[in-house]
T-cell receptor
């Protein structure tokens, strides 16, 4: 079965520090990959997505992610975090252009940025 | 453009009571989903509907039923609520076909079963 692993459950950083959150998936076929963010008390919002093409994807708020097919990874990065980035981050995968669009989520990484 | 709308936003139930969570989307999406979010467990898929007229079980369907009422609406029913169903429930929708698309989420329903 498909699974998504996020190895960092809690991350604490100071403002201006660099961020990298890990995401690995288990599915071997064509996949679509996503990072979502959930600010406290809010619903999930899309940060960025990868379907095909350039494996380095840029999203909103200065976030980017790199798809490395050989490592089944899609890590999220930001060069300099801000206090307002405090949130929970979820990696997700679905199967792509055929079949049903089941989105499988990782367990999430809770990021706290200290001012 | 409201996107995905869930009602109610908060609910407290007693063990054994039943209730239906409502979800509607106005984006003309074909696929709809119900997830539950629990601390440390991420989002787990309860049921999904790939298109109007079809529903399928996800990872954690026990204790739930769903109805895809029409293309816009997808409801989740708890027939006999249990404390283990205390959670935050999210409805989502997405397009069908072609290159992959993202899911759009509602604001969530916080359910407490006592």
């Amino acid at each position: 079965a498909q699974s998504v692993s996020q190895h960092n459950h809690h991350v604490i950083l100071s403002e201006a520090a660099s961020l990298e959150l890990g995401c690995n998936y288990s599915y071997g076929g064509t996949v679509n990959l996503f990072w979502y963010v959930q600010y406290p008390g809010q619903h999930l919002q899309l940060l960025l997505k990868y379907f095909s093409g350039d494996p380095l994807v840029k999203g909103i708020k200065g976030f980017e992610a790199e798809f490395i097919k050989s490592k089944f990874s899609f890590n999220l990065r930001k060069p300099s975090v801000q206090w307002s980035d405090t949130a929970e981050y979820f990696c997700a995968v679905n199967r792509g252009s055929s079949g049903t669009y089941k989105y499988i989520f990782g367990t999430g990484t809770r990021l706290k940025v200290l001012a | 453009n409201a996107g995905v709308t869930q009602t109610p936003k908060f609910q407290v139930l007693k063990t054994g009571q039943s209730m239906t969570l409502q979800c509607a989307q106005d984006m003309n999406h074909n696929s709809m989903y119900w997830y539950r979010q629990d601390p440390g467990m991420g989002l787990r898929l309860i049921y999904y509907s790939a298109s109007e007229g079809t529903t399928d079980k996800g990872e954690v369907p026990n204790g739930y039923n769903v109805s895809r009422l029409n293309k816009r609406e997808f409801s989740l029913r708890l027939e006999s609520a249990a404390p283990s169903q205390t959670s935050v429930y999210f409805c989502a929708s997405s397009e069908w076909g072609g290159e992959g698309t993202e899911a759009f989420f509602g604001q969530g329903t916080r359910l407490t079963v006592v």
